[in-house]
């Protein structure tokens, strides 16, 4: 399976600042997207990043709060804007594989915390 | 929606027993995946196995097996001769559309 990294592993933001997350991969894929873990909770869905157009975003997730890119086949940036302490969470990246019949392989997380 | 449910929020085991995890999910599709991850103190999501719903069989991954009941809409994970590694949150999770999460139960390996 490919191999997922992030960047940053975690990070303590000030609030009304932004935080941009990279997500990289080690082989091209064809489905990359980000979710959101809340403290003691389960994942949530943000958003599906497509290559070369605008992301597609779950019920609850707009743009302007977490824009997200994705330039090529490999990369993907999500950035959590306008911080409140609301948006303390584990944010993970996930990736499909067009060989991987429908499994999602996870990065290790960016774990941020707004004070 | 589709919804998934673990009823289980917490589970302690010794060492080499058996453990069965529980899941039930809604949906009013015919054609989806079932999966079962991991997700170790480290955080890292590990895919522990998974299930298409157009097979009967039920999947085996080593010391991991499934009892999928597509009628019931249940699907629990057994983990023979349990691993203090086996230590984590075990997520069950539905494929449709998009991922969607059960709550997960915290599973704890006791010496």
């Known amino acids: 399976s490919a191999v997922i990294s992030q960047k940053p592993s975690r990070d303590i933001c000030q609030r009304g600042t932004s935080l941009t997350i990279q997500c990289q991969v080690d082989s091209q894929v064809t489905m990359m997207f980000w979710y959101r873990q809340q403290p003691g909770q389960s994942l949530t869905l943000i958003a599906t990043?497509?290559?070369?157009?605008?992301?597609?975003?779950e019920s609850g997730f707009v743009i302007d709060k977490f824009p997200i890119s994705r330039p090529n086949l490999t990369f993907s940036t999500l950035t959590v804007s306008n911080m409140s302490p609301e948006d303390s969470s584990i944010y993970l990246c996930s990736v499909e594989e067009a060989k991987s019949y429908n499994e999602q392989f996870f990065g290790p997380g960016t774990r941020l915390t707004v004070l | 929606a589709q919804t998934v449910t673990q009823s289980q929020p917490e589970m302690s085991v010794q060492e080499a027993e058996t453990v069965t995890l529980s899941c039930t999910y809604d949906t009013s599709e015919s054609n989806y995946y079932l999966f079962w991850y991991k997700q170790p103190p480290s955080r890292q999501m590990i895919l522990v196995i998974r299930q298409e719903a157009y097979k009967q069989q039920n999947a085996t991954e080593n010391r991991f097996s499934v009892n999928f009941q597509k009628a019931a809409k249940s699907f629990s994970l057994k983990i023979s001769d349990s691993q203090l590694g086996d230590t984590a949150m075990y997520f069950c999770?539905?494929?449709?559309?998009?991922?969607?999460f059960g709550q997960g139960t915290r599973l704890t390996i006791n010496p």
């Open positions: 999770a539905y494929l449709s559309q998009k991922l969607v």
């Open positions: 990043a497509n290559q070369g157009s605008e992301a597609t975003y």
